[in-house]
């Protein structure tokens, strides 16, 4: 073409080689370091560190838990060694120069007197080693529900107020993480009283009920006596054992069929009983006692009042990332009014577990998964829940 300009052809192919070759070898180290930028890596490996401090210390200021995540805190910090005391002594020393452990606790008594950070200098951190890379450090009180619990001190050549600063935000996250512990343990605490107030109202009723409805066969059909006194070991041995907070929802359902085998054997033919499981869901990991109350309650209150044949039906239906259990009566019902007044806890009912129940699930995931219950009187009572299949801290006991 008159006028063009033509570039030789074998020029043109080298530099795309060149172009690509480039680009290949910027993607291959990029590749290799991972991240896009200093900022991202240095990003990523302080959230790396924080992570695995806070899981060291999610069981409380403890020795094992200050000896495991020491190391960690004082990366964070970049200091020469790291000193974390409760109110009793050192709990757990990493770095250098550890002679100084000795004097931690009392280098700390100045920050707890204080109520403050406090720097300190030559003159507090004394050494008379020459070859010491200590000369001052940094102590910042550890806080629980506005006590002290204890001290975090950082070591350092020269003390400068970056490093002030940064042990300060450091302590104040410790502080968190040991009131977490804190509030881990008395949700445990909540739940296991929860537990020990369901297992007062279960004994009573149903073992009466359940002895009873056995020695009416012990003459008439021994076999089926034999058969529903073991059922009856095996449900009380479950409802009364001491173990974790929680089971699998297959073993909670296997608890269910021995309730309802041996309410049937009260009941007779008045009793019906339809159970419809999604497979999937049977491993879940759920609340210990959080279907057999309302099962209970549905026979107990649903239909021991009414004539004639009453339906009970328990569903547990895969929600993608939840599980839904649904327990429905088509019994004699309840006022609306008085069964959100139980749930809210401003009125006593002797509605078997219904508040029990609903108080635990929101004390394991959130408001968001409490019971919801749909009755109205003459009309039956359907009580429903979710869950989610993984949550924090929710698993089945070994």
Same mark, same amino acid.
Request: hydrophobic content about 45%; aromatic content about 6%.
């Given at each position: 073409?008159?006028?063009?300009?033509?570039?030789?052809?074998?020029?043109?192919?080298?530099?795309?080689?060149?172009?690509?070759?480039?680009?290949?070898?910027?993607?291959?180290?990029?590749?290799?370091?991972?991240?896009?930028?200093?900022?991202?890596?240095?990003?990523?490996?302080?959230?790396?560190?924080?992570?695995?401090?806070?899981?060291?210390?999610?069981?409380?200021?403890?020795?094992?838990?200050?000896?495991?995540?020491?190391?960690?805190?004082?990366?964070?910090?970049?200091?020469?060694?790291?000193?974390?005391?409760?109110?009793?002594?050192?709990?757990?020393?990493?770095? %250098?120069?550890?002679?100084?452990?000795?004097?931690?606790?009392?280098?700390?008594?100045?920050?707890?007197?204080?109520?403050?950070?406090?720097?300190?200098?030559?003159?507090?951190?004394?050494?008379?080693?020459?070859?010491?890379?200590?000369?001052?450090?940094?102590?910042?009180?550890?806080?629980?529900?506005?006590?002290?619990?204890?001290?975090?001190?950082?070591?350092?050549?020269?003390?400068?107020?970056?490093?002030?600063?940064?042990?300060?935000?450091?302590?104040?996250?410790?502080?968190?993480?040991?009131?977490?512990?804190?509030?881990?343990?008395?949700?445990?605490?909540?739940?296991?009283?929860?537990?020990?107030?369901?297992?007062?109202?279960?004994?009573?009723?149903?073992?009466?009920?359940?002895?009873?409805?056995?020695?009416?066969?012990?003459?008439?059909?021994?076999?089926?006596?034999?058969?529903?006194?073991?059922?009856?070991?095996?449900?009380?041995?479950?409802?009364?054992?001491?173990?974790?907070?929680?089971?699998?929802?297959?073993?909670?359902?296997?608890?269910?069929?021995?309730?309802?085998?041996?309410?049937?054997?009260?009941?007779?033919?008045?009793?019906?009983?339809?159970?419809?499981?999604?497979?999937?869901?049977?491993?879940?990991?759920?609340?210990?006692?959080?279907?057999?109350?309302?099962?209970?309650?549905?026979?107990?209150?649903?239909?021991?009042?009414?004539?004639?044949?009453?339906?009970?039906?328990?569903?547990?239906?895969?929600?993608?990332?939840?599980?839904?259990?649904?327990?429905?009566?088509?019994?004699?019902?309840?006022?609306?009014?008085?069964?959100?007044?139980?749930?809210?806890?401003?009125?006593?009912? &002797?509605?078997?577990?219904?508040?029990?129940?609903? %108080?635990?699930?929101?004390?394991?995931?959130? &408001?968001?998964?409490?019971?919801?219950?749909?009755?109205?009187?003459?009309?039956?009572?359907?009580?429903?829940?979710?869950?989610?299949?993984?949550?924090?801290?929710?698993?089945?006991?070994?």
């Amino acid at each position: 073409m008159p006028g063009a300009f033509h570039l030789p052809t074998a020029i043109v192919v080298a530099g795309a080689f060149v172009l690509v070759g480039a680009l290949v070898l910027l993607w291959r180290r990029q590749r290799a370091r991972g991240f896009l930028s200093d900022v991202d890596r240095a990003t990523y490996e302080t959230l790396s560190t924080v992570s695995q401090a806070s899981r060291h210390l999610r069981a409380g200021l403890t020795a094992e838990g200050a000896a495991r995540s020491a190391k960690d805190l004082r990366s964070m910090l970049g200091a020469s060694a790291l000193a974390v005391c409760d109110t009793g002594g050192v709990l757990a020393w990493d770095g %250098a120069a550890d002679h100084h452990a000795g004097t931690a606790v009392a280098l700390a008594a100045s920050a707890r007197h204080t109520g403050r950070v406090v720097v300190l200098g030559r003159e507090e951190v004394a050494c008379a080693r020459p070859d010491c890379p200590v000369r001052g450090a940094v102590v910042a009180l550890l806080v629980s529900e506005d006590v002290v619990v204890g001290t975090l001190t950082a070591y350092a050549a020269r003390p400068s107020a970056g490093l002030a600063r940064a042990t300060e935000q450091v302590a104040a996250w410790v502080s968190a993480q040991v009131e977490l512990s804190e509030l881990d343990r008395e949700r445990t605490r909540a739940m296991e009283a929860e537990l020990r107030s369901l297992r007062a109202q279960i004994s009573p009723h149903f073992t009466y009920n359940s002895l009873a409805a056995i020695a009416s066969f012990v003459r008439t059909d021994p076999d089926r006596a034999r058969e529903l006194l073991l059922e009856f070991a095996d449900f009380t041995r479950y409802a009364l054992r001491r173990g974790g907070a929680f089971t699998t929802l297959a073993e909670e359902l296997r608890n269910v069929e021995r309730y309802l085998v041996l309410e049937q054997a009260r009941f007779g033919d008045r009793l019906q009983v339809s159970l419809l499981v999604a497979p999937e869901v049977l491993p879940l990991a759920v609340p210990y006692l959080v279907v057999q109350p309302l099962v209970e309650n549905a026979v107990r209150h649903g239909l021991a009042g009414k004539e004639g044949v009453g339906h009970v039906s328990i569903t547990a239906t895969d929600r993608g990332s939840e599980a839904e259990i649904v327990v429905e009566d088509d019994g004699v019902g309840a006022d609306p009014e008085v069964v959100r007044q139980v749930l809210d806890g401003v009125r006593e009912s &002797d509605s078997l577990g219904l508040g029990n129940v609903d %108080a635990r699930l929101r004390q394991v995931y959130d &408001d968001d998964h409490g019971l919801v219950v749909e009755t109205a009187p003459g009309l039956g009572t359907k009580v429903s829940f979710r869950i989610p299949k993984y949550a924090p801290g929710v698993h089945p006991a070994a």
